[in-house]
């Protein structure tokens, strides 16, 4: 779902980014035009001056007026190529005013329920928004980004013990911690959380899921460190479960990081 929302929101920010550029070239194009017949015109004298010369000196009359050599770039008009592209007719205000419709059509977009609209402005937080259809000025002034807040996320620490042999290294290195007797424990837990605040979640740390797995791995570093090797794995594994959560809670409050761990 969130790959899909964001293929939609890049969709958008693309379909903005190619209406920008045909209004830049169908203006450009136009200048081109007058820029050709200008330059056309100075060529003209300069190559109809050198071919009255050629004529003259080969016994020849000098060429009636109206007649000389033919355009290099006739045909090439790049507003004339346009307007056949795209239909005989058209004019180019209507095409404006239709690129100009489109464009401000792309700034509408509709949020779920569960989820949560964060709109920025030149890539400034600017608002939040809640389910159901809603504007914002299309690209590049500002920008939508839907936040799935509701359904519970899932952390991984630990690892399943497969896939390549780094993998596996990284995963044992990982879930290998000390006990308080100096022993050697594996541990394999899931953090689970969902998100409180969108705007600190998306602004207040860069990559959220990494921040919360190395804070819930330190924070069960600390708990194990001060408890014994039996009581971790019989009656104390419900104590180091609170104890660690409650480590990781603090943890995670300095950052403000917009999530509630479940």
Not at 27 to 46: E, K, Q
Not at 114 to 123: H, K
Not at 173 to 187: A, K, L, R
Request: aromatic content about 8%; hydrophobic content about 40%; glycine content about 10%.
């Amino acid at each position: 779902i969130v790959s899909y929302q964001r293929y939609l929101l890049c969709k958008s920010h693309l379909f903005g980014i190619v209406l920008w550029h045909i209004c830049i070239s169908l203006a450009i194009s136009t200048d081109l035009d007058h820029l050709h017949s200008l330059l056309y015109g100075v060529a003209m004298n300069w190559d109809w001056e050198k071919l009255q010369e050629k004529r003259q000196r080969q016994g020849r009359g000098p060429l009636p007026q109206g007649e000389g050599p033919e355009s290099p770039f006739k045909g090439l008009q790049l507003g004339g190529l346009l307007n056949k592209f795209l239909g005989k007719g058209l004019p180019l205000g209507a095409l404006l005013v239709v690129v100009l419709l489109l464009w401000v059509a792309s700034g509408i977009f509709i949020v779920n329920p569960g989820e949560v609209g964060v709109i920025t402005r030149f890539g400034k937080y600017d608002r939040q928004v809640g389910d159901g259809p809603h504007y914002h000025i299309p690209y590049p002034f500002e920008n939508a980004e839907i936040v799935i807040a509701e359904p519970l996320r899932t952390v991984v620490i630990g690892g399943a013990g497969s896939g390549s042999a780094r993998n596996q290294r990284s995963m044992a290195e990982e879930s290998s911690m000390f006990t308080g007797d100096e022993n050697i424990v594996h541990m394999r837990f899931n953090v689970q959380y969902n998100i409180s605040d969108a705007q600190a979640f998306l602004f207040h740390v860069k990559d959220p899921e990494t921040t919360i797995k190395i804070a819930a791995e330190a924070a069960m570093r600390e708990v194990v460190g001060r408890s014994n090797i039996d009581s971790i794995l019989t009656t104390g594994r419900a104590e180091t479960q609170v104890q660690a959560l409650s480590v990781l809670e603090n943890i995670l409050a300095s950052y403000d990081m917009g999530i509630r761990i479940h």
